[in-house]
């Protein structure tokens, strides 16, 4: 983990017990592991700090979003801006617990040989899911992984999360969707 992470943990923290909203830039990765910034400075009013899946994760609230969470290691540039944070009757009456077992690693399952084919602007998606590589360029604007994943639930759990954002996640793939190698060879078993 990038030591940079342990300093925003804890100016998160600061900003917690000091009841103050924060701002920051949120990025992506690209296809060669460079930053890619998203537009604009978020706000934010930070609730709580968990560890998921070898990740920190921060959970607020934002006016654009309403109750949502981000990725620590892609946040940069936060600050506190001391104006006191947002808090109604969802924020107060969150049980972190429930919603970590909610939005974070839902689905489990034993590790798998897969291939996918995903548009090229969900390459942050499948990076933060299923790791750095190996990503190929595809044709189309697509881009290929190959490499080892968490089942097929992970790989409906990564479908719902590309449909959330607003696009296909089977569209370019091979007819009938995206296929699992299964042992001893043949064309691997369909998973849509």
């Given at each position: ?28 990765y690209d296809l060669n ?112 992984l190959h490499g080892r ?43 849509s």
């Amino acid at each position: 983990m990038n030591e940079s992470v342990y300093y925003s943990v804890d100016l998160l923290h600061e900003a917690i017990q000091k009841n103050s909203r924060i701002t920051f830039r949120y990025f992506d990765y690209d296809l060669n592991g460079a930053r890619r910034y998203r537009p604009g400075l978020y706000a934010a009013s930070p609730y709580a700090l968990c560890w998921q899946d070898e990740n920190y994760y921060l959970i607020a609230h934002s006016e654009r979003h309403g109750l949502t969470h981000y990725r620590v290691d892609k946040m940069a540039s936060i600050s506190l801006t001391g104006e006191p944070r947002y808090m109604d009757a969802q924020m107060r009456d969150l049980d972190l617990s429930e919603y970590g077992k909610n939005v974070f690693g839902m689905f489990a399952g034993s590790r798998e040989q897969l291939r996918l084919r995903f548009d090229r602007s969900l390459t942050g998606v499948v990076i933060d899911r299923f790791g750095r590589g190996p990503l190929r360029p595809g044709r189309a604007g697509r881009v290929c992984l190959h490499g080892r994943g968490r089942g097929v639930a992970e790989l409906f759990r990564l479908a719902r999360l590309v449909r959330r954002a607003g696009a296909d996640p089977l569209a370019g793939t091979r007819p009938g969707g995206v296929r699992r190698p299964v042992p001893g060879g043949g064309g691997g078993k369909q998973l849509s």
